[in-house]
């Protein structure tokens, strides 16, 4: 089955510098590679997802870039605030067949905080 | 997010016993999904569910069951054969046809007495 790497665990950045999350895959029949954010004690929330048709995507203060060759994806996010404080978790998917449910490998996650 | 309930958001399990959570979506989505999360860890999943009396097994279903029987529920079983439950529990929902993107709903945290 597929195994999801992250790194680092934790990221301490100072507002308005940038972070760098990554991540490497072990499935090549993955192609759908999303990521959550989730502050303390609630719900994961997709923030960003890519596709493999594609090698990178942004969107505002958020971008992935996708390696298919080397196999691993990367989130960064640019002039960091305090309220992008909080754990964030890549993932991995293969895509089956038309209609399946899609099976969501995550990361460990990384625990980003932005200092004031 | 907000069509996508759990309850309770406590639950306190004796040895031995079997509990339930509850999981229900009005969002009309086809696939829902149960995942596990321990403290700082990821997410794994239990198990999933394309369509209503389907549903499949997914890493670490020992000591789970689950039901699939109306499009909207999708209640999850912690067995007494489940050793170790303490974990915050999230369900989930994607649309059938391009449903890459998951919806969590707000977790159950499972606790042992």
């Known amino acids: 089955g597929e195994n999801v790497e992250q790194h680092p665990s934790t990221l301490s950045v100072q507002e308005g510098d940038s972070a760098v999350i990554k991540c490497t895959y072990s499935?090549?029949?993955?192609?759908?590679f999303p990521w959550y954010k989730q502050e303390l004690g609630k719900r994961p929330q997709l923030i960003i997802d890519?596709?493999?048709?594609?090698g990178e995507k942004k969107d505002q203060r958020i971008a992935v870039t996708l390696n298919k060759t080397a196999k691993h994806f990367s989130l960064h996010i640019t002039e960091t605030q305090p309220e992008d404080s909080a754990v964030y978790f890549c993932?991995?998917?293969?895509?089956?067949?038309?209609?399946?449910?899609?099976?969501?490998?995550f990361g460990s996650g990384t625990q980003l905080t932005v200092l004031p | 997010d907000g069509g996508i309930t759990q309850s309770p958001k406590y639950l306190f399990r004796k040895e031995g016993q079997n509990v339930t959570l509850s999981c229900e979506q009005n969002?009309?989505?086809?696939?829902m999904y149960w995942y596990r999360q321990d403290p700082g860890q990821g997410l794994r999943l239990i198990y999933y569910?394309?369509?209503?009396?389907?549903?499949q097994k997914g890493d670490i279903a020992e000591g789970y069951s689950v039901s699939r029987e109306k499009k909207e529920s999708f209640p999850l079983t912690v067995t007494s054969a489940q050793k170790n439950p303490t974990a915050f529990y999230l369900c989930?929902?994607?649309?059938?046809?391009?449903?890459?993107?998951?919806?969590f709903g707000p977790g159950t945290r499972l606790l042992v007495l």
């Open positions: 989930a929902s994607s649309t059938e046809t391009g449903g890459e993107t998951q919806y």
């Open positions: 499935d090549s029949a993955s192609n759908y």
């Open positions: 890519i596709r493999s048709n594609v």
């Open positions: 993932a991995a998917s293969p895509f089956i067949s038309s209609g399946s449910a899609r099976q969501l490998t």
């Open positions: 969002l009309n989505h086809d696939a």
């Open positions: 569910s394309q369509i209503v009396n389907d549903f």
